[in-house]
């Protein structure tokens, strides 16, 4: 099955004036599948995300989602296509409440998010599809909150029920249980499960016990280029990739 | 939380009241004075407040408009409608032309860069013949309102700019309870994620600043009507600070923030003009206490005392 690739890079290289923070990785993603970027500290795992998203240009390289060339295209074209991103620091509208977050999510698809002249109760007709939302990460008790009030753990929810607002065929996590503790852990992790059942899902992790867990596929990185790529059983035996971790760490 | 809909609009209502009695209370001239502020501070705080963009080149949109208004009305005879509609289509099109460029950068630099655009502004305030360099454009005539209404009195000329007052005011309340001022609120407060869910967030700040600048323009425009004068004072970089300073004082990314603002550094002028050189002395200390012992501003600390005692 060499076709159902959903996100292919192609000699995907960074450089930052000399410095290679990526290079020449070939990444490729299958649908419907969860696939887990992996490696040391500074590997270039979420340069990869920020080239992937446009959030960087790239030096050199492809990127090919659906087939489709979209290495030029703007960061807001790459998310509505369906690639959307969370962060490593979550992501909320802190002084917005959390419906208000999950319908400005929503809100692009009526078409009116330039009109200045047009009552906010327009947006109304969103709200059951933003409760909706909302009930699937457990967070509509605490719709009229305000993002910033909630804990950590449920703002990641939040950020995660926002991400589906778009109905994203690719999603793509960047540390989705940083700085969390073992609690929120166990619920992100069922979150993410929950939501990849009809969904492609590439995120960086370094919990290495949700990457066992999660993952079908793994690719370990370490500075900047491949080491490895494969199912955990195999990953985690990899000599080399022992060596960069356990190497690195003494 | 929001205060309940109709305590809101009594608000409203006993503010639009205490417009239309003020003539009666005090010198017309400065109430209008203050009302050309409030729409100024008003139409900065949708860029600052509601954006999280500081512009620190808003003198220019306010100045070149009284400019262009008050040479409209005065060498070409135009009736004062007319006028002000010009003066606020200049300032429009140069927020497009200066915004444009500005909003490619962020923070500091787009500060920097709109500043840069305000001083080009005030050169050629000085340089061109036609506006008087340093004496500024004096006499510009008030004009007839449709032919009908004489603005040379100042009672008349006071409810003409009440009403472009509550116009501004109208189309600025309207864009921040917009669809639009949604995704205006989600940029200011996460720029990435709004990108990341989608939004041009380039093109949204654009029409922000658009805005800002028509209605910064609007307000320049009127004030060119009421002191029959457009002068460099309104091109300088001080009115830029001024505009900042009201807007914090009064409360940023508030609805009524601004207007307090404008209302209490007008009155403050006002009041302290006999000490000369002391007034900037006096603002500044202010702004500083401001800054210092109350951040969110008047309306921002008023607004989290009643939320706290709710």
Same mark, same amino acid.
Request: glycine share 10%.
């Given at each position: 099955m060499p076709d159902d690739a959903i996100l292919v890079t192609e000699k995907l290289t960074k450089e930052f004036h000399g410095f290679v923070a990526v290079s020449g990785v070939d990444l490729k993603v299958r649908r419907g599948t969860i696939h887990a970027l992996i490696g040391p500290n500074g590997a270039g795992k979420t340069t990869v995300f920020n080239l992937l998203t446009r959030f960087l240009p790239c030096t050199k390289g492809r990127i090919l989602f659906n087939g489709q060339d979209i290495t030029g295209e703007r960061p807001a074209q790459i998310a509505r296509r369906g690639v959307v991103r969370s962060f490593q620091v979550s992501a909320v509208f802190p002084r917005m409440t959390v419906l208000e977050n999950v319908r400005v999510a929503l809100q692009r698809k009526l078409g009116t998010s330039f009109h200045f002249w047009k009552s906010e109760k327009s947006l109304a007709q969103l709200d059951p599809r933003a409760l909706e939302l909302l009930d699937e990460v457990d967070l509509r008790a605490h719709a009229n909150t305000i993002a910033v009030e909630l804990p950590y753990g449920r703002k990641r929810s939040l950020e995660v029920a926002t991400t589906l607002a778009l109905e994203p065929e690719l999603l793509l996590?960047?540390?989705? !249980?940083?700085?969390?503790?073992?609690?929120?852990?166990?619920?992100? !992790?069922?979150?993410?499960?929950?939501?990849?059942?009809?969904? !492609?899902?590439l995120m960086v992790e370094h919990n290495l016990s949700v990457v066992a867990h999660l993952s079908d596929v793994i690719t370990v990185l370490a500075r900047g280029t491949v080491l490895a790529e494969g199912p955990y059983q195999e990953v985690s035996k990899n000599p080399a990739v022992l060596e960069a971790y356990i190497g690195a760490a003494e | 939380m929001k205060a309940a809909p109709w305590v809101e609009r009594l608000g409203y209502a006993i503010l639009v009241v205490a417009g239309l009695v003020a003539p009666f209370v005090v010198y017309p001239v400065f109430a209008m004075n203050v009302l050309c502020f409030a729409l100024f501070a008003s139409a900065f705080n949708l860029l600052l407040g509601y954006t999280g963009l500081l512009?620190?080149?808003?003198?220019a949109y306010l100045g070149a408009a009284g400019y262009v208004t008050g040479y409209a009305c005065k060498a070409w005879g135009w009736p004062p409608l007319f006028g002000i509609a010009l003066g606020t289509l200049v300032a429009t099109a140069l927020g497009y032309i200066i915004g444009s460029l500005a909003i490619r950068r962020s923070g500091i630099y787009f500060a920097m860069i709109t500043m840069s655009f305000a001083q080009l502004i005030f050169f050629l305030a000085v340089q061109f013949p036609w506006t008087g360099g340093e004496d500024g454009l004096q006499g510009v005539p008030r004009g007839t309102l449709f032919g009908l209404v004489?603005?040379?009195?100042?009672?008349?000329?006071?409810?003409? +700019?009440?009403?472009?007052?509550?116009?501004?005011?109208? +189309?600025?309340?309207?864009?921040?309870?917009?669809?639009?001022?949604h995704v205006l609120r989600s940029i200011r407060e996460n720029e990435a994620r709004a990108l990341s869910l989608g939004y041009d967030v380039a093109r949204y700040k654009l029409l922000a600043f658009v805005l800002s600048a028509a209605l910064s323009g609007l307000a320049g425009a009127t004030k060119s009507l009421v002191f029959q004068l457009a002068s460099l004072t309104d091109v300088h970089w001080h009115m830029s600070g001024q505009v900042v300073l009201m807007t914090l004082l009064g409360g940023m990314g508030t609805v009524l923030g601004p207007s307090v603002g404008a209302l209490l550094v007008v009155a403050l002028q006002n009041e302290l003009a006999s000490l000369g050189s002391w007034v900037p002395v006096i603002t500044g200390a202010i702004f500083v206490v401001c800054v210092l012992a109350f951040r969110r501003g008047i309306v921002g600390e008023v607004q989290a005392l009643v939320k706290r005692s709710f």
């Amino acid at each position: 099955m060499p076709d159902d690739a959903i996100l292919v890079t192609e000699k995907l290289t960074k450089e930052f004036h000399g410095f290679v923070a990526v290079s020449g990785v070939d990444l490729k993603v299958r649908r419907g599948t969860i696939h887990a970027l992996i490696g040391p500290n500074g590997a270039g795992k979420t340069t990869v995300f920020n080239l992937l998203t446009r959030f960087l240009p790239c030096t050199k390289g492809r990127i090919l989602f659906n087939g489709q060339d979209i290495t030029g295209e703007r960061p807001a074209q790459i998310a509505r296509r369906g690639v959307v991103r969370s962060f490593q620091v979550s992501a909320v509208f802190p002084r917005m409440t959390v419906l208000e977050n999950v319908r400005v999510a929503l809100q692009r698809k009526l078409g009116t998010s330039f009109h200045f002249w047009k009552s906010e109760k327009s947006l109304a007709q969103l709200d059951p599809r933003a409760l909706e939302l909302l009930d699937e990460v457990d967070l509509r008790a605490h719709a009229n909150t305000i993002a910033v009030e909630l804990p950590y753990g449920r703002k990641r929810s939040l950020e995660v029920a926002t991400t589906l607002a778009l109905e994203p065929e690719l999603l793509l996590l960047d540390e989705p !249980t940083q700085g969390m503790g073992h609690e929120d852990v166990g619920r992100v !992790t069922a979150l993410i499960e929950k939501v990849a059942e009809k969904r !492609t899902v590439l995120m960086v992790e370094h919990n290495l016990s949700v990457v066992a867990h999660l993952s079908d596929v793994i690719t370990v990185l370490a500075r900047g280029t491949v080491l490895a790529e494969g199912p955990y059983q195999e990953v985690s035996k990899n000599p080399a990739v022992l060596e960069a971790y356990i190497g690195a760490a003494e | 939380m929001k205060a309940a809909p109709w305590v809101e609009r009594l608000g409203y209502a006993i503010l639009v009241v205490a417009g239309l009695v003020a003539p009666f209370v005090v010198y017309p001239v400065f109430a209008m004075n203050v009302l050309c502020f409030a729409l100024f501070a008003s139409a900065f705080n949708l860029l600052l407040g509601y954006t999280g963009l500081l512009s620190f080149g808003h003198a220019a949109y306010l100045g070149a408009a009284g400019y262009v208004t008050g040479y409209a009305c005065k060498a070409w005879g135009w009736p004062p409608l007319f006028g002000i509609a010009l003066g606020t289509l200049v300032a429009t099109a140069l927020g497009y032309i200066i915004g444009s460029l500005a909003i490619r950068r962020s923070g500091i630099y787009f500060a920097m860069i709109t500043m840069s655009f305000a001083q080009l502004i005030f050169f050629l305030a000085v340089q061109f013949p036609w506006t008087g360099g340093e004496d500024g454009l004096q006499g510009v005539p008030r004009g007839t309102l449709f032919g009908l209404v004489d603005l040379s009195r100042n009672l008349p000329l006071y409810y003409f +700019v009440y009403a472009v007052f509550l116009f501004g005011f109208a +189309v600025i309340h309207r864009t921040i309870h917009s669809p639009f001022g949604h995704v205006l609120r989600s940029i200011r407060e996460n720029e990435a994620r709004a990108l990341s869910l989608g939004y041009d967030v380039a093109r949204y700040k654009l029409l922000a600043f658009v805005l800002s600048a028509a209605l910064s323009g609007l307000a320049g425009a009127t004030k060119s009507l009421v002191f029959q004068l457009a002068s460099l004072t309104d091109v300088h970089w001080h009115m830029s600070g001024q505009v900042v300073l009201m807007t914090l004082l009064g409360g940023m990314g508030t609805v009524l923030g601004p207007s307090v603002g404008a209302l209490l550094v007008v009155a403050l002028q006002n009041e302290l003009a006999s000490l000369g050189s002391w007034v900037p002395v006096i603002t500044g200390a202010i702004f500083v206490v401001c800054v210092l012992a109350f951040r969110r501003g008047i309306v921002g600390e008023v607004q989290a005392l009643v939320k706290r005692s709710f």
